[in-house]
T-cell receptor, first 111, second 114 residues
Framework: DAKTTQPPSMDCAEGRAANLPCNHS???????VYWYRQIHSQGPQYIIH???NNETNEMASLIITEDRKSSTLILPHATLRDTAVYYC????????????FGEGTQLTVNP | NAGVTQTPKFQVLKTGQSMTLQCAQD?????MYWYRQDPGMGLRLIYY???????DKGEVPNGYNVSRLNKREFSLRLESAAPSQTSVYFC?????????????FGPGTRLTVL
């Protein structure tokens, strides 16, 4: 699976959009981009995933650049409960069941 | 619908003791996983089971064994616990047997080995 690079930490004001970047410059054509988050002391939670088109669900939007070398997770109206570590993961469908978590981005939403 | 449940929530062992961490899911998922998470680090895959009756090693399998008892349950055993196995252990499940799709995680078991 391709390696990902994320900033170690970010801050966001409550009610504003949180934009979390992820670089995956070695991504291959059949690799998906997944985002998970982990709120302190809890198990990771799935947020969204995509291949090359932008995706949106009830939690977030995922914007993938045209060359697929980077992506941005957008939380449109961040709340205090969105404070968590956010993991960007790149994996291919044929990689078995491996889900490799890096160090992620600690997002802190401030009141 | 409880999702993924894990027992126990907390455990303290002495070096050399053995124990089994239990995991169960009620979503009729095919795949199940065991991860460990050390302070300040991401999750690392220990073992996984793509379907009932099959298990495979992940990144850090040494010192652990697993059993896929049935479709619902996937247990992780430490035969002789070591301080290096102090960690938080997460179980997860996924609907399909391949790589695609989201994983659902349990609340974790916090294990300390003295």
């Amino acid at each position: 699976d391709a390696k990902t690079t994320q900033p170690p930490s970010m801050d966001c004001a409550e009610g504003r959009a949180a934009n979390l970047p992820c670089n995956h410059s070695t991504i291959s054509g059949n690799e998906y981009v997944y985002w998970y988050r982990q709120i302190h002391s809890q198990g990771p939670q799935y947020i969204i995933h995509g291949l090359k088109n932008n995706e949106t669900n009830e939690m977030a939007s995922l914007i993938i650049t045209e060359d697929r070398k980077s992506s941005t997770l957008i939380l449109p109206h961040a709340t205090l409960r969105d404070t968590a570590v956010y993991y960007c993961i790149v994996r291919e469908e044929t990689s078995g069941s491996r889900l490799t978590f890096g160090e992620g981005t600690q997002l802190t939403v401030n009141p | 619908n409880a999702g993924v449940t894990q027992t126990p929530k907390f455990q303290v062992l002495k070096t050399g003791q053995s124990m089994t961490l239990q995991c169960a899911q009620d979503m009729n998922h095919n795949s199940m996983y065991w991860y460990r998470q050390d302070p300040g680090m991401g999750l690392r895959l220990i073992y996984y089971s793509a379907s009932e009756g099959t298990t495979d090693k992940g990144e850090v399998p040494n010192g652990y064994n697993v059993s896929r008892l049935n479709k619902r349950e996937f247990s992780l055993r430490l035969e002789s616990a070591a301080p290096s196995q102090t960690s938080v252990y997460f179980c997860a499940s996924k609907k399909g047997g391949g790589a695609y799709g989201e994983q659902f995680f349990g609340p974790g078991t916090r294990l300390t080995v003295l």
